[in-house]
């Protein structure tokens, strides 16, 4: 209750601040590079990331610093990999599935997400966002056969550098109740884990130069942890 009191107190200041964030904190490009290919030798898998800036590896220069390189670097020696990229900024679950939905299907050993940021800022309800990602999930069951689903958790948004307080303590505090929430529903999901993204040891010095978004190590953090545990389900030694 003193949590909703709070906000709704707060509320004027908490709109024109995030007016000012949109219209000052500096737009990154998304990465160069492929988006899809083929790399390694060994196992054959097939992967596909889809999401938003993260995932798309804004904050980078290059594809080869974001998450799918920091990804492939690691699979690519025990693993010959197919792989996709399918993320775009500014992108919410329900425009990832719009997406998704629209494209041919083809099958998938791994399917890696990265959404729910701008689902926050955006100010869906959790309970939207519970069905949109049950959505997601069976969506890429159905149309895309896939047998591992690795769903990212959200940000440290309450450390982002980027958000003036209070919004930060605002935008932190249901980032952490939607990353609750995702890591409950996996639970109820088969072939599903949750990754959480706590960026252990960096600090917010990692980030990229808008305060907003994964720089290189962070991205090279989280695709190991996902290598990892796809290297685990796949029986090959870390």
Not at 26 to 32: G, K, M, V
Not at 74 to 101: C, M, N, P, Y
Not at 179 to 204: H, I, Y
Request: a neutral charge; glycine letters at 8%; one cysteine or more.
């Amino acid at each position: 209750m003193r949590h909703i009191l709070s906000t709704i107190a707060l509320a004027p200041l908490l709109l024109w601040q995030g007016r000012r964030v949109r219209a000052e904190v500096p737009r990154l490009p998304e990465p160069t590079g492929e988006r899809h290919g083929t790399v390694g030798s060994g196992l054959q898998l097939k992967l596909l990331i889809v999401g938003d800036s993260a995932a798309a590896g804004v904050g980078a220069e290059t594809q080869s610093e974001a998450l799918s390189g920091a990804v492939l670097s690691v699979l690519q020696d025990s693993f010959e990999v197919r792989w996709k990229l399918i993320a775009t900024t500014g992108h919410t679950t329900a425009d990832a599935l719009a997406e998704l939905v629209a494209l041919a299907s083809e099958p998938f050993d791994v399917v890696i997400t990265s959404l729910g940021v701008n689902d926050v800022t955006s100010q869906h309800s959790l309970k939207k966002w519970q069905r949109q990602q049950l959505d997601l999930v069976a969506a890429l069951k159905l149309r895309f056969d896939a047998g591992q689903i690795y769903l990212s958790g959200l940000p440290p948004m309450h450390r982002f550098p980027a958000l003036p307080q209070p919004l930060r303590w605002y935008i932190g505090s249901r980032a952490r109740q939607f990353d609750r929430e995702l890591e409950r529903l996996v639970q109820q999901v088969p072939n599903c884990e949750f990754v959480a993204l706590n960026f252990s040891g960096l600090g917010t010095d990692a980030m990229a130069s808008d305060g907003f978004h994964p720089g290189p190590e962070i991205y090279r953090q989280w695709g190991d942890e996902l290598a990892r545990r796809i290297k685990l389900r796949h029986g090959v030694p870390q």
